[in-house]
Each structure stands twice: as structure tokens, then as C-alpha cells.
């Protein structure tokens, strides 16, 4: 019998059965119909070739060949349990491997983490080297993005769609542009930064203004590096926090997300 045929399900279901000699009570075990347990079990019988269960005054019973398979599959479930508790501790509960922009994990997510990481004396991060890096390759449990929305991941907004001008002070008169930067129209910039972290720093060394992500600039305007050079404004964009399913329903996964959206 090929592996990838066997009936898990059904033997799932004869395995309760079998247990409390009821349909009935294999059923509310198992949150179904007793018609369903019945259909299961002959259908069971059917793809075997044999009787499992004979009704007789006393109730239901095992056949010879219906007991004979019993303890092997209680054995092999205990086995699948095992497994799937070795599949779980290989995601070590106290490791995360995020991927973020690296100026965003600068003025944003490092000090959170610090926090998470203090009540958790074990915990690890590993840090990937860019925000686009690749789930699957790099066996990554979370990234942060700078994205109008998850997309196909699963996500949280971890800051607000907010943009906002601005420059250092005494800073010269010119444009510092970066992909999504959405300039006024007809500036010619002195600067082309290929991302908002090196538009940042630009910033910060007085080279010109620019538009960043207002989660970016708050803490330098809020302490005097920056001026804004008006209101924030909405913006399409925003740093969200993403992963594909199964990452996202990792427990580990769970605990940091409502840390970090708390």
C-alpha cells in the first residue's frame, strides 16, 4: 500500500471507534454525526478489504482483524505526535529571523525589540540583510516593508500612511529624490538616493530637503536635527509587518506581533 493512499482520516476515526465501542461517542469525541463515523468506518472496511467492527446483544465489538490492527496504528499516531512536535522545536521558539529596512530598524524597530527581548533573557534575532529578502530562502519569520499593503502575505500596519518634508537646519536650498520619495513636480534634485535610509542621512548632513515616511523623521524633528517644512500629509505608503501564513501562525510569531502592535 503506497503511503500517500493511506486513509488517515478514516483511521483516525476507527481509532476512536475502536476506543469507546461507540459510534456515538467516537462522534462527540471527534465533533461529527455518528453517520459520519459510520460512513467513515465503511469506507475504511472498503479500501482494507475486511469487517472491523461486528455488532453483537452486548454492543460492538472488534473483529479479529480489526484488533489485530489496533495497536500498530495507536503506535504509529503516537509516532505522527512525535513528529510533529520535532517539525515544531526545529522553529526554535526563542530565535526570530526578521528582515527591515535598516534605517527603519534604526529610529523604529530596534529599540521595541530591546523591550520584547528584556522580559525574554533567551531570546535571539537574526537580521537578514535586506527587507526583500526572500521567505523561503533565507527561513525568515518576519519582514518589515515599506508597501500600501500586504499583498498576498498576512500583515499589521505598524506605523501610520503619513509623509512629511523636511530638512536640517541651515540647510542648502536643493532636492534629495528616492524611489517613492513623490517630489513636487518640476524640482530637479541634487541628490538621487536609491532608498529613504540614504535620503536620511542626506538629510541629516544638510545636503537638502526631502520627503521620508513621517515614522522616519519624528524622533530627528522631535529633536531638533530636522525642521518640518510644513504639515504631514498622508501617504499611500506604510511600514507594515508581514510574513506568508504559516510563519504568521507560529505562536513565537504571534507573541511579537501583538507585542510590536500593542
Known sequence: MKRTHLPLNALRVFDAAARHLSFTRAADELAVTPAAVGQQIRALEDH??????????????LTPEG???LDPLREGFLRFEESVQA??????????TIAAPREFY??????????FQAGRPGIQYILAGSEETDFTEANLDLAVRLID?????EG????????????????????IDWPGAALPDGVSPCIRAANPGQALSSVLAGMGRTVLPLALAEDAIGDGRL????????????????????????KKVRALVEFLTA
Open 149 to 153: 499593503g500586504p499583498g498576498d502575505l
Open 87 to 96: 517539525m515544531q522545536a526545529g522553529q526554535a521558539s526563542d530565535r526570530y
Open 67 to 69: 484488533a489485530a490492527g
Open 227 to 250: 525642521e518640518a517644512l510644513g504639515d504631514p500629509e498622508d501617504s499611500r505608503r506604510a511600514y507594515w509587518l508581514v510574513a506568508p501564513l504559516p510563519q504568521w501562525r507560529q
Open 48 to 61: 482494507l478489504g475486511v469487517v472491523l467492527f461486528r455488532r453483537t446483544s452486548k454492543g460492538l465489538e
Open 106 to 115: 534604526s529610529v523604529w524597530l530596534a529599540a521595541r525589540l530591546g523591550q
Open 156 to 175: 499589521v500596519q505598524l506605523t501610520a500612511a503619513r509623509r512629511v518634508t523636511v530638512a536640517a537646519p541651515g540647510a542648502r536650498d536643493a532636492w
